[in-house]
């Protein structure tokens, strides 16, 4: 029998898809950085589906030395997946969309010498970068308006996402500025879109976009914001951006389960030691509650990386009143799904009452207070948000004690906002205290209090709580005073902070609902009496308030004034009641103890005799201006910027 010509080969102990093989070619150090691929080789690589993880994991253990030696090979891989783009050939546009996204997410992110001259080496050459660039913007900008399915036009948004946070420090981002994406994200993109979560990278980018040096420039995007007035477009970017905020809370909500189980006879049976006889629940699947410690490193970790959108949505409603407008009137919304606004309300509590974690939770916290200053500001909006009409039911963190209290009916939005205020005041009280965030929530708190002034308005709120949150930062300033006293901007802490305590005691009487609130906050000042003294002592000082601590120009009062006139009435109180305390003790014998009710009537009648000094202007304040804190915006600029690369990058 002839033997056969065929020899067996052995059986190789892993295949290697084929894709990871051209990846290897394409990557593999050599000398010959001028080495061609033809034509058929990128067709190949476009044609199979891209290995993410693997061309991830190859291009991060590249080096910058290592990636500017093979830059002909990096520089064919943009260029030929920028032409494979603009040839719309279906699949294989969308591999060639995904290599890019993952390629720029790496290569973008690594440290250069020379950030600039050496990304344009490695994408395109110095020589050829205007015309590589003005295709790769020409192609991305084609598929967003009509880049065929849905699924195609979004991986055009992570390409642009991938490429503007990548090199957001350097020049290449102008190109994409000098080219107006706008429409095509707006009219075409999100208007074509059904499903809301898809609404988020698009503003993610235009966010980006229109924070690009946007102090050195007139910023084309900025300018954009703030025409927008197609209502449809802006209604779905509100929808959208509602999805988003709801998402981002449920990070929180994953960890710890902070809404109270209803009544069930299991709940009862533990609650008086009984728990064996309650019914098994072995058919429903329990999660794991994370331990102590696990929770603080969970906690620590949020918010996620999606909260970057939060930067689109401070600019938006600082540019663009129509966005505002519609954003806070979707809170009346009839559906039963939870309306953007207050998603946006809950995010922020959750937020805030962790922003003490890490700086990252603060300057996101921080970014959301100004966005509630800004809708405050506008007279219109803060009438809708005080508006019965605008009633709706925000879900509040309740994850740490001390509680907010329990309130299960709709209310007015600025019933919530109060309470995220006193939120954040109560739960980050550190020594090393948040000053810009507190800044922050106290001017919150102003603008509230302020509309109910000029508006003579009666509001029915928990005031008893808000006088005790503030009183308490009265206590915690006064005891971890030399804790603060350095930071730059305790001047402008202690100056707002005495303010609306004085608004609050001088003109409480025009909008709290009954008398009975106003002597509450009476009684409360009476009680935190001696501590007035010890706060003026260490606050109300020329080496401690700016200026030697001059008047306020909004309020016309200086810091010094308000104090006394705080410690005035105090005192005023406080002899009163001495006196009856006196008097009983002279009728009953012996040292005797006010009851609450004797405390309340003596402050009743003591409030006729009271001589509230004049303090004008304590309703007074200034916008809010981006000039007077570029430097808070661009730190949240590069939050926002790296978390929009984890969100492309997958990292």
């Known amino acids: 029998m002839q033997a056969s010509p065929l020899t067996q080969q052995h059986r190789p102990s892993s295949f290697q898809p084929k894709i990871d093989s051209l990846y290897e070619e394409i990557f593999e150090t050599r000398d010959d950085a001028e080495l061609d691929f033809d034509d058929g080789f990128w067709r190949e690589v476009f044609l199979l589906r891209p290995d993410k993880s693997n061309l991830r994991r190859r291009l991060e253990n590249i080096s910058v030395d290592d990636l500017l030696r093979i830059q002909g090979a990096t520089q064919q891989l943009f260029r030929q997946a920028v032409a494979q783009i603009r040839s719309g050939s279906g699949l294989s546009d969308e591999n060639a969309l995904d290599t890019l996204t993952v390629f720029l997410s790496i290569v973008l992110t690594k440290r250069y010498t020379n950030p600039s001259s050496e990304i344009i080496t490695v994408l395109a050459g110095l020589d050829r970068v205007d015309a590589c660039f003005l295709d790769f913007v020409d192609a991305i900008e084609t598929v967003i308006r009509s880049g065929g399915s849905v699924e195609t036009r979004q991986k055009a948004v992570e390409v642009a996402i991938a490429l503007t946070a990548g090199a957001y420090q350097t020049s290449l981002v102008s190109y994409l500025t000098h080219r107006d994406l706008f429409p095509g994200l707006t009219k075409q993109y999100i208007l074509d879109v059904d499903d809301s979560n898809l609404v988020f990278k698009p503003m993610l980018l235009l966010g980006l976009l229109a924070n690009y040096n946007k102090f050195e420039f007139r910023n084309p995007y900025r300018a954009k914001f703030e025409d927008c007035v197609n209502e449809a477009a802006i209604q779905k970017i509100v929808q959208g951006l509602g999805t988003g905020y709801s998402s981002s809370r449920d990070h929180y909500v994953a960890i710890q389960e902070d809404i109270e189980e209803g009544w069930t006879l299991s709940n009862t049976l533990k609650y008086i030691g009984l728990g064996v006889l309650a019914p098994s629940r072995s058919s429903t699947p329990t999660r794991n509650a994370p331990s102590v410690d696990d929770s603080k490193d969970l906690f620590s970790a949020l918010p996620e990386n999606d909260a970057c959108i939060l930067l689109s949505t401070y600019d938006f409603s600082h540019a663009n009143k129509l966005f505002a407008s519609t954003f806070i009137a979707h809170s009346t919304a009839t559906s039963k799904k939870e309306s953007p606004f207050s998603a946006f309300l809950s995010l922020t509590s959750y937020i805030v009452h962790h922003a003490y974690r890490s700086p990252r939770s603060t300057l996101y916290g921080h970014i959301n207070l100004i966005t509630l200053r800004i809708l405050l500001e506008d007279q219109s909006l803060c009438t809708k948000i005080f508006s019965p009409d605008n009633s709706t039911s925000v879900r509040l963190c309740r ?173 005023h109180f406080t002899s009163l009641l001495e006196e009856e305390k006196g008097r009983t003790s002279t009728f009953g014998g012996g040292t005797k103890t006010l009851s609450p009710k004797e405390v309340s009537k003596v402050i009743r009648k003591g409030c006729d005799t009271l001589s509230l000094p004049a303090m004008e202007g304590l309703e007074r304040w200034t916008r809010w201006r981006e000039v007077d804190e570029k430097g808070f915006v661009k730190r949240v600029g590069r939050l926002a910027v790296e978390d929009a690369r984890r969100v492309v990058g997958g990292s």
Request: charged share 15%; net charge positive.
């Open 399 to 571: 994850q740490r004690p001390p509680f907010l209290p329990k309130t299960s009916s709709s209310r007015p939005l600025a019933a919530t906002i109060l309470d995220i205020s006193i939120d954040t005041i109560t739960h980050n009280l550190r020594r090393r205290l948040s000053i810009p965030l507190y800044i922050a929530t106290l001017n919150i708190i102003h603008r509230l209090l302020t509309h109910l002034l000029t508006t003579r308005t009666r509001f029915t709120y928990h005031w008893s709580l808000l006088w005790q949150t503030l009183l308490s930062l009265l206590r915690f300033l006064t005891t971890y005073a030399d804790s603060i006293k350095h930071d730059p901007d305790l001047p402008i802490l202690i100056n707002t902070f005495l303010t609306v305590l004085s608004l609050a005691v001088c003109n409480g009487d025009i909008f709290l609902p009954d008398t009975d609130s106003h002597d509450d906050l009476f009684y409360k000042l009476v009680e935190n009496g001696h501590l007035l003294p010890r706060f003026k002592s260490a606050f109300a000082r020329p080496s401690t308030l700016a200026s030697g601590g001059a008047m306020d120009p909004r309020t016309g009062s200086s810091p010094a004034a308000l104090i006394d006139a705080l410690i005035s009435i105090s005192e």
